[in-house]
């Protein structure tokens, strides 16, 4: 099995429809996208798909995006811009956009932030290390560094990390350590 990936990045804003939190709330991200393609075979010449082709589909796909409202932009203006939703987007439109003989993407990762997390202790659903891009407070807009720690006593409506709230999720960790 041969599997490729073209990943590019944009920055726009959006806001969450039928939800309740912060993110309903126009807020900004640098987000990245990856396109994934997996074949059993290649070409005789050794290729599986031709970089230039994807390349072509994506990019103008997120000209459509890039430092916009996406929840501005068509279907977005009518579907909910949440990453998932991204996700099913670049999917279905790139799938669409390649020559019918050849491979489709076999998966579409997006990411609110450009860099993957970081995981910290002891799986990868342990607490979180990660850069970012501000989206929310006085401080939107700013690069910093989120940490997510395990054992969290706040119990935010909106939290979208249940394993944050056990405390013996991860480990414990030094600041020189983090």
């Known amino acids: 099995m041969y599997e490729v990936t073209v990943a590019r990045e ?5 806001f969450l429809r039928d939800f309740k939190g912060p993110c309903a709330n126009m807020h900004g991200h640098n987000w990245k996208v990856e396109v994934h393609f997996r074949d059993s075979e290649l070409a005789p010449n050794g290729i599986m798909i031709d970089f230039l082709v994807i390349e072509l589909a994506l990019n103008s796909l997120l000209a459509r995006l890039d430092h916009s409202v996406i929840n501005h932009v068509p279907p977005f203006d009518i579907t909910n811009p949440t990453a998932e939703n991204l996700a099913k987007w670049f999917y279905t439109e790139i799938g669409a956009a390649l020559p019918d003989r050849g491979p489709k993407p076999s998966r579409v990762t997006v990411w ?3 860099t993957p997390p970081l995981p910290i202790g002891r799986t990868n659903e342990d607490s979180e290390i990660y850069r970012g891009i ?3 407070s006085t401080f939107t807009g700013f690069p910093c560094t989120f940490i997510r720690t395990a054992g969290c006593n706040l ?8 394993y944050a709230l056990e405390p013996r999720a991860g480990e414990e960790m030094s ?4």
């Open 155 to 162: 119990r935010c409506q909106y939290c979208d990390t249940g």
């Open 10 to 14: 944009f920055c726009s804003a959006h």
């Open 112 to 114: 609110e932030t450009p």
């Open 134 to 136: 501000q989206g929310e």
């Open 175 to 178: 600041l020189d350590a983090i």
